[in-house]
């Protein structure tokens, strides 16, 4: 795959570039590697946890390590690695998080206004 710098509304490519490499080498198929898959999503919010930690300073063994930048480039990672998960449950990951985003938006803003 060649170097390339995708903008922001290259998310769907960018998603779909990833999860082919991800197929293309991975040691796991079928069910157990969807369910890795899905684990990785869970190690990636344990590393938000821990750069808030480290933003915090609330170890005091080991004192402030982190900053929020690194809390923000996590969260980063949380979001690339959960659309890179759908992507592998479905392949029409776009349409189903853009219904879901929809019905999200829209029962949050009319709890706003009951």
């Not at 040691?27 to 969807?34: F, T």
């Not at 592998?88 to 938006?105: K, N, S, Y």
């Amino acid at each position: 795959m060649s170097e390339q710098t995708h903008s922001p509304d290259d998310l769907w490519q960018s998603v779909a570039l990833l999860h082919a490499w991800l197929e293309a080498d991975q040691p796991h198929g079928g069910q157990e590697g969807l369910l890795l898959r899905m684990l990785k999503l869970q190690e990636e919010v344990g590393e938000v946890a821990q750069a808030v930690i480290g933003a915090t300073g609330q170890n005091p063994r080991k004192g402030t390590t982190h900053t929020w930048d690194d809390v923000g480039s996590e969260l980063c990672d949380v979001v690339i690695t959960a659309l890179v998960a759908l992507r592998t449950l479905t392949p029409d990951a776009r349409a189903v998080f853009a219904a879901h985003l929809a019905g999200v938006t829209a029962r949050s803003l009319a709890s706003r206004h009951g």
